[in-house]
Antibody
Framework: QVTLKESGPGILQPSQTLSLTCTFS??????????VGWIRQPSGKGLEWLAN???????YYNPSLKNRLTISKDTSNNQAFLKITNVDTADTATYYC???????????????WGQGTLVTVSS | DIQMTQSPSSMSASLGDRVTITCQAS??????LIWFQQKPGKSPRRMIY???NLANGVPSRFSGSRSGSDYSLTIISLESEDMADYHC?????????FGSGTKLEIK
């Protein structure tokens, strides 16, 4: 059974660095074809893809966040991480992690999601 | 970046109605599109992938189709449990981009 769960600081101040953790089970990021992505959603608004990391440490970022993102993984502890530097109120959102997997028919995108973690940026 | 223009932004329909939601892609994405359903306070759920394929466990009243650059999600007979937000996602190329979402309410 695949599960994912996000954790974060809850609240932080503008200009700080947001550190998010995705703790998962039912798969390993050291297994060929596995990947984790991060997506966020401001309250009452749409979804925004942020970054993906793959089993081979290949990484992809949304350029709209202008080099503020860093995605990483800890395969020993079944975790993926996302850091966002220099946050401001526009980064207030629910942050989700989701699993991607490479299959014989292509990439199976975002088939499993965590419950999300709400992050509020406020002074 | 590929822009996904989703419409309508919100709609209200009666039980049993046929409902269609559309995403228009700004560039060719082939059939590389997913439809997600998101109920209030919940995470998104993958409903349709590769534009027309039903994900596991999704009721057969849901279907996906394509006409040129327009991609549609159709519910052939609306049920109360279908009240949710619906989002499209293109995965043809990075950055992955979502439509702006459709809020579906039951009259």
């Amino acid at each position: 059974q695949v599960t994912l769960k996000e954790s974060g600081p809850g609240i932080l101040q503008p200009s700080q660095t947001l550190s998010l953790t995705c703790t998962f089970s039912g798969f390993s990021l050291s297994t060929y074809g596995m990947g984790v992505g991060w997506i966020r959603q401001p309250s009452g608004k749409g979804l925004e893809w942020l970054a993906n990391i793959w089993w081979d440490d290949d990484k992809y970022y949304n350029p709209s966040l202008k080099n503020r993102l860093t995605i990483s993984k800890d395969t020993s502890n079944n975790q993926a991480f996302l850091k966002i530097t220099n946050v401001d109120t526009a980064d207030t959102a629910t942050y989700y992690c989701a699993r991607n997997s490479l299959t014989t028919e292509g990439i199976r995108w975002f088939a499993y999601w965590g419950q999300g973690t709400l992050v509020t940026v406020s002074s | 970046d590929i822009q996904m223009t989703q419409s309508p932004s919100s709609m209200s329909a009666s039980l049993g109605d046929r409902v269609t939601i559309t995403c228009q892609a700004s560039q060719d994405i082939g059939n590389n599109l997913i439809w997600f359903q998101q109920k209030p306070g919940k995470s998104p759920r993958r409903m349709i992938y590769y534009a027309t394929n039903l994900a596991n466990g999704v009721p057969s009243r849901f279907s996906g189709s394509r006409s040129g650059s327009d991609y549609s999600l159709t519910i052939i007979s609306l049920e109360s449990e279908d009240m949710a937000d619906y989002h499209c996602l293109q995965y043809k190329q990075y950055p992955l981009t979502f439509g702006s979402g459709t809020k579906l309410e039951i009259k």
